[in-house]
């Protein structure tokens, strides 16, 4: 197959198809990362969605400010990744969040600016709504890490073992987002409680609106047909 025919077939992969499909593989095997190297795969699927992430940004305006971002949240990770924490955690708990916010908010506005409703619009639209989740995660970790005790329901010892804290505020941060509210993990402190109220405002807003926008483009663009 000739170099220019692979060019033209990855410029027809949707931007956002990428990035979701590492956002979905972190989602669904994060729990069974607890063997040992367990948080260097976690790692490692986190670089895949950085450069996909990137990708998906594309040649908008952001992506040199994107790009960077990218280069050194990976740097942080890797070096609390390589010291064992170092005093690092935090920040690279925040950083992420701090770049996966910037992430949907940089496709959320390119959604916003498009006139047509295609499979890149369908994915972009799905994809901003995961990665909010996973942010709301790293916030929530931070959380209880400054402030021990911030949730109650979390498993035994989790602060020694930052696989299970990372599953268990996954698990609560999705439940959060979409409003199914379980009740096993709880946010118990007056930092907690309205983070996780703005989370699942969030999470029917984003879908009320955004449903609201992709039907409303769809129909237009029917009648103009």
């Not at 931007?15 to 367990?38: C, D, T, Y």
């Not at 670089?47 to 990218?70: C, E, K």
Request: proline share 4%; glycine share 10%.
């Amino acid at each position: 197959m000739r170099p220019g025919s692979i060019t033209k077939r990855t410029r027809k992969i949707p931007r956002s198809a990428a990035l979701l499909l590492g956002v979905l593989v972190l989602i669904v095997i994060s729990p069974s990362l607890s063997f040992k190297g367990g948080r260097l795969v976690a790692e490692l699927i986190f670089d895949v969605i950085f450069m996909t992430g990137v990708y998906a940004v594309g040649l908008s305006r952001h992506r040199w400010a994107f790009a960077g971002l990218s280069a050194i949240t990976l740097a942080v990770r890797w070096t609390e990744l390589l010291h064992n924490g170092g005093g690092l955690d935090v920040l690279a708990l925040g950083l992420t969040a701090i770049w996966l916010a910037y992430a949907a908010s940089v496709i959320i506005v390119d959604l916003f600016q498009r006139s047509d409703v295609n499979s890149d619009t369908i994915l972009g639209a799905i994809v901003t709504y995961l990665p909010v989740g996973i942010a709301f995660m790293m916030v929530f970790q931070v959380l209880e890490l400054r402030y021990p005790g911030s949730f109650s329901g979390l498993p035994e010892g989790a602060h020694d073992h930052r696989h299970a804290m990372a599953s268990s505020m996954m698990y609560f941060s999705l439940v959060c987002l979409t409003t199914m509210g379980y009740g096993d993990i709880a946010p118990v402190t007056d930092f907690a409680r309205p983070l996780s109220v703005l989370e699942g405002v969030f999470g029917q807003l984003y879908l009320a609106v955004m449903i609201a926008r992709l039907v409303g483009l769809h129909i237009t663009r029917q009648k103009d047909g």
